[in-house]
């Protein structure tokens, strides 16, 4: 499995991001809704989204040992997986009501192939959620180090690109809020914990010295998360930024 796919571990460092990230798009899935989640990886989202809406779900991967491992573990009635490419998907015009595109399009250089797909696939009105790297905050230098990213894109590259095939584009950005109220203690704490060195100690010993002193764990939950709307400030904090694109 590809280290980009987040494990199904609640205790894991990126668990709260990508778990604030589901719950804003289930905000906007409607209870009949027909939804494509793609580049689904190890399926959790899906199967999220798939408790909101009693319409079709559909799990796209182009990795078929993903789509084989989300079958083996997820089983809702309304569920289903396939091995998917975001940029030539095996549905009709006009199909779905949502899609979610979490983490995809900085994996592929036909990122434009892809969101028109992603277009044609949406009925009339219907909505892209989508989520990725702000490159002035992830590789403010200009240097992508994830080796698993073709590319990453500021504010205004990702907005014109969408702009291009959505008429309605709405971007925010994932902001971390744990520390807006000041403790700067814990905020030492958890950059000590999290420091090179320091990291191989046990998790359950660093986590569990973060709650007994100040009362949250070392990783960042789902509501350390706030979606952030000014522009000047997604640009220079959020290191994800996340949009709603209405056909």
């Known amino acids: 499995m590809s280290s980009e796919r987040q494990p199904v571990e609640s205790s894991g460092r990126w668990w709260g991001e990508h778990i604030h990230r589901y719950n804003e798009a289930l905000l906007l899935i409607n209870s009949n809704d027909i939804v494509l989640d793609i580049a689904?990886?190890?399926?959790?989202?899906?199967?999220?989204?798939?408790?909101?809406?009693?319409?079709?779900?559909?799990?796209?991967?182009?990795?078929?040992e993903a789509i084989d491992e989300c079958n083996g573990r997820w089983n809702k009635m309304n569920l289903e997986f396939r091995v998917l490419d975001g940029t030539q998907l095996d549905f009709p015009d006009n199909y779905f009501d949502k899609i979610v595109s979490f983490e995809t399009i900085?994996?592929?250089?036909?990122?434009?192939?892809m969101a028109a797909e992603f277009a044609r696939v949406l009925k009339p009105g219907g909505l892209l959620i989508l989520s990725t790297p702000n490159r002035e905050v992830s590789s403010p230098d200009g240097v992508i180090v994830n080796p698993y990213h073709i590319q990453e894109f500021t504010v205004d590259e990702l907005k014109q690109i969408l702009q291009q095939v959505?008429?309605?584009?709405?971007?925010?950005?994932?902001?971390?809020?744990?520390?807006?109220?000041?403790?700067?203690?814990?905020?030492?704490?958890e950059k000590l914990f999290l420091s090179f060195g320091i990291r191989k100690l046990p998790y359950s010993w660093r986590?569990?010295?973060?709650?007994?002193?100040?009362?949250?764990?070392?990783y960042p939950r789902d509501i350390d998360f706030v979606l952030e709307k000014d522009i000047a400030r997604i640009k220079k904090e959020c290191p994800v930024q996340f949009v709603v694109c209405k056909k």
């Open 40 to 64: 689904c990886g190890t399926g959790f989202g899906t199967d999220i989204i798939a408790a909101k809406t009693n319409g079709k779900v559909i799990g796209g991967d182009i990795a078929k």
């Open 207 to 218: 986590s569990g010295f973060m709650r007994t002193f100040f009362g949250y764990p070392l």
């Open 106 to 113: 900085e994996h592929t250089g036909q990122y434009k192939e």
């Open 166 to 189: 959505f008429p309605h584009v709405d971007l925010s950005g994932q902001r971390y809020i744990r520390y807006d109220k000041g403790r700067r203690m814990g905020r030492l704490f």
